[in-house]
């Protein structure tokens, strides 16, 4: 088993699950642990300067050992898996020399990974890759990204006669919950600028992203005994399901691709009294962005007109924008990327990221940060898998970027 599979394999044994509405950085506990077992095994290594903060973020450096000054690089990840999908207890399973059929991947409660579903898992016959047991996610974003950045820092200072910069490496807590670049002290990381590893397949490369937003809504009702409820009762959840109904039935993450935004609902909890909708708002125009937030904003008005002032209540948040503009005047890391790419086999594909990464926040901190591939494919929920070469690559790609960088 190669290190970066092994140490993948370690990592998401930890439940790093983030939480949206605890108030406080990081979010959930688990990332404490995490972060603290980290910085072990960076000082273990030989890391320099490894310092953890009050709020889990997690950074360190290895020292050049050239003698002339080349730029100081950054490859950064994020410790907390999505709130999407149960992230505790994580059994993987390795399939090895992958046959192209269906994968069970829990025989007990007959859940398969069907080719039909998931075609692009046919690419990888013959390869050796890893999937859930189906009761939780993976945990390869951002977990692989971290133990590819770890392992190619690992083979540096194991291998000290290959010439580098200095290159700095940092672990973010609360991506998933739009909050990983919150309390980022880009002055102390004294990067020139980075890269997060945190794309999905293979030989991807990003430097566009999302506009994204938060929206949370919140439907007061009114409860009344239903035999005597005539011209009384008022039954939040059919009015925030009448607000689910108004928005466009097509602009929905399963309608829609490539450059198109949607309007995507993570949560419904109601009762009669009280209903909560959790939206994310996403698009990469920022006009359109705007728009959306507006029409949002006009149904909740329109609903307030027809049952009553503040009957529905909206708060909207803005979480990240697209980055596109803060790294076309540095291009440079993209086409060093690109380079790297293909000088160790991989073919570079570089698409917009339907989502965001810690980097993209970054961008707009002085720090411009596109993304590279983990492997990973199918996050956020049970049908996560990833391969155990892509993980391998993306340790080559690291490497090969700070070779380019070095010259």
Do not use: W
């Not at 399939?95 to 990974?113: F, P, R, S, T």
């Not at 707009?364 to 492997?375: A, C, D, E, R, S």
Request: glycine share 10%.
């Amino acid at each position: 088993m190669s290190a970066v599979v092994e140490r993948f394999l370690k990592y998401v044994k930890y439940d790093t699950k983030s939480d949206g509405d605890s108030g406080i950085t990081p979010s959930s506990e688990g990332q404490k642990v995490f972060a603290r077992e980290l910085v072990v095994e960076l000082e273990k290594m030989g890391m320099q300067n490894v310092t953890i903060d009050d709020n889990g973020y997690v950074m360190a450096e290895l020292p050049s050992n050239l003698d002339k000054q080349v730029p100081v690089i950054g490859f950064i990840a994020h410790m907390d898996t999505s709130p999407d999908m149960n992230g505790k207890g994580v059994n993987p399973q390795i399939i090895k020399n992958y046959d192209g059929n269906d994968i069970v991947l829990n025989e007990a409660e007959n859940i398969v990974m069907k080719v039909e579903d998931f075609p692009e898992v046919k690419n990888y016959i013959g390869k050796e890759i890893i999937t859930t047991d189906g009761t939780t996610l993976l945990g390869a974003d951002d977990k692989a990204g971290i133990a590819e950045i770890i392992t190619a820092m690992e083979y540096l200072i194991n291998n000290p006669e290959i010439k580098h910069g200095t290159i700095k490496i940092g672990f973010t807590p609360d991506e998933e919950i739009g909050q990983g670049a919150d309390h980022f002290n880009v002055k102390d990381f004294g990067a020139d600028f980075a890269y997060t590893i945190d794309g999905g397949p293979i030989g991807e490369l990003e430097y566009e992203n999302f506009n994204a937003a938060g929206a949370k809504i919140t439907v007061i009702g009114r409860n009344v005994h239903p035999g005597y409820a005539t011209g009384k009762l008022i039954n939040s959840m059919l009015i925030a399901s009448e607000f689910v109904s108004m928005l466009p039935k097509k602009e929905t993450p399963e309608c829609t691709k490539g450059y198109e935004g949607f309007y995507h609902l993570t949560g419904f909890k109601g009762e009669v009294e009280e209903t909560k909708l959790q939206y994310i708002i996403r698009d990469f125009d920022k006009n359109q962005f705007e728009k959306r937030k507006s029409m949002m904003s006009k149904l909740v008005d329109d609903l307030n007109n027809k049952y009553g002032a503040r009957t529905v209540i909206l708060e909207i948040k803005d979480q990240y924008y697209n980055m596109k503009g803060k790294i076309e005047p540095v291009k440079h890391l993209v086409d060093n990327a690109f380079e790297a790419m293909k000088q160790v086999g991989v073919v570079p594909k570089v698409t917009p990221i339907r989502g965001g990464t810690d980097g993209a926040r970054l961008s707009f901190m002085g720090l411009p940060t596109p993304n590279i591939f983990t492997g990973g494919h199918n996050f956020h929920g049970k049908y996560e898998f990833i391969p155990s070469f892509a993980m391998e690559k993306a340790v080559e790609v690291i490497l090969k970027i700070v070779e380019i960088y070095s010259k």
